[in-house]
């Protein structure tokens, strides 16, 4: 089966009037949550450095670069905002791809959109169209792409952020296959040590994959080929799905249910600033501290009990001089910053909070369990057990199978809202509510500018 033509023609067919009303919806609140993240990364000193930078660098004023006061080319405005958005660890993602799309379509339409003059329905239909091309590809490997080696909201993320770019250029089918060709060639290798290593370069594979998808579908439109079997590949062997996997692909999952199920609608939010692997002990430490008359120092030990992979992923501890990249994959980072400071948020990726004393000492008394049963009910589910031991001798315990996020324990609307006001809370009440109603009202509005203009 040709799985790349397949593909591209459903995302060259997109349409407004043909998408389900919560298949709108749920697009809707993913830009939201997408503004929300990049405010919160605003916060962060590694993220103000690849600003400036992407400032230093001038150009044309054609895309702003959103919540930095400034406008700049498509190219730039897309890898700033797509690291913006992937930087404080707090994007959607698809748990059945292990990637995170959002970060790579949304900047690509969002810059595409703004430089033509085109309106939210359009960007409504680019971004559908984006999810499809990032995720179904991610989801067919997952998730030997991963453990060969890559991180695939940048490998992935590239063909998405193509799809949406050649949707909003108005190509036809060949045009988007072509864009879709060009992508595998061009995307970011996104390598998965600098993840596991903590390097702050991590951050920007969403912004880099958003940059090399407007190139693909560039270079597409000016005519300019890439191979139409990209993602299946050929006899030779050079497929992105065969080169970049360690097993087998699943090539049906790249077209299984086109066009009836979307993949936007598998879906998860995140409440907190850290993998998703550590929202079940995230969520549960909250719990604790928001229903127990008990304080940090009472604690005598902690103990996480959870499925294998989140222990190998994120069973890691910190240092005061880790960054804030090796803290949002640290569970005991993570559960201990819960039970001080009673959330995880921007300010607990902070240099000065990563190496405060109290938490770093209550993260050496958390320690990482693999349960069995939990392991098996996983990917069902991403269970994860806290059982806290007071010095009293009390021991208080709290499970999550499902995180809060979770397409089967949503974010609501109000939810999305009230991170966008936690996340930006420096910016004004005022021009926060008209960026809620804007955006949920997305496809009624003309150009995007509007939008744009004021975030």
Do not use: W
Request: aromatic share 6%.
């Amino acid at each position: 089966m040709e799985y790349t033509r397949k593909l591209a023609e459903f995302c060259a067919g997109v349409s407004l009037e043909r998408l389900p009303t919560e298949v709108i919806d749920k697009t809707k609140l993913c830009i939201l949550d997408f503004f929300a993240n990049v405010y919160g990364s605003l916060e962060l000193e590694a993220v103000s450095r690849v600003v400036s930078y992407i400032r230093s660098l001038g150009g044309p004023e054609t895309a702003t670069a959103l919540g930095c006061g400034f406008k700049t080319g498509i190219h730039n405005a897309a890898f700033l905002n797509g690291t913006t958005a992937e930087a404080i660890e707090a994007q959607d993602g698809l748990r059945f791809g292990g990637n995170h799309p959002g970060t790579a379509v949304i900047p690509a339409a969002l810059a595409v959109a703004e430089s033509l003059g085109l309106g939210g329905k359009e960007v409504v239909e680019a971004v559908v169209a984006g999810y499809e091309a990032a995720s179904r590809p991610a989801a067919a490997m997952h998730p030997h792409h991963t453990l060969a080696g890559f991180l695939p909201t940048g490998t992935c993320g590239a063909f998405g952020a193509a799809a949406a770019a050649s949707r909003l250029m108005g190509d036809d089918v060949e045009g988007m296959v072509n864009s879709l060709g060009n992508a595998g060639y061009l995307l970011p290798l996104s390598m998965a040590e600098h993840l596991m290593g903590g390097y702050t370069s991590k951050v920007v594979q969403g912004g880099q994959a958003a940059s090399a998808g407007l190139t693909a579908a560039g270079l597409a439109g000016a005519g300019i080929t890439g191979a139409p079997y990209v993602l299946e590949g050929s006899h030779l062997g050079g497929g992105f799905t065969q080169i970049t996997s360690r097993s087998e692909p699943n090539l049906k999952r790249i077209v299984e249910q086109l066009g009836e199920h979307f993949s936007i609608m598998d879906i998860y939010l995140k409440p907190y600033t850290a993998c998703r692997h550590t929202h079940g002990a995230a969520q549960a430490a909250l719990e604790l501290v928001g229903t127990e008359d008990f304080e940090p120092q009472d604690i005598e030990a902690v103990d996480v009990y959870t499925y294998t992979i989140a222990s190998v992923a994120v069973g890691k501890g910190v240092t005061a001089d880790s960054t804030f990249v090796s803290a949002q994959f640290s569970l005991p980072y993570v559960v201990a910053a819960c039970l001080i400071d009673g959330e995880m948020g921007p300010a607990q990726l902070k240099e000065e909070r990563i190496s405060d004393s109290a938490i770093l000492e209550l993260s050496e008394k958390v320690k990482i369990n693999v349960d069995p049963e939990l392991s098996m009910a996983y990917p069902g589910t991403t269970p994860s057990r806290v059982e806290i031991r007071l010095k009293s001798g009390q021991t208080l315990v709290k499970q999550v199978d499902i995180p809060k996020g979770d397409p089967r324990d949503p974010m609501t609307v109000e939810d999305v809202a009230d991170k966008l006001k936690r996340f930006a809370s420096r910016k004004d009440e005022k021009t926060i509510d008209k960026i809620i109603g804007l955006s949920l009202e997305l496809e009624r509005v003309g150009g995007i500018k509007e939008l744009t203009a004021i975030i």
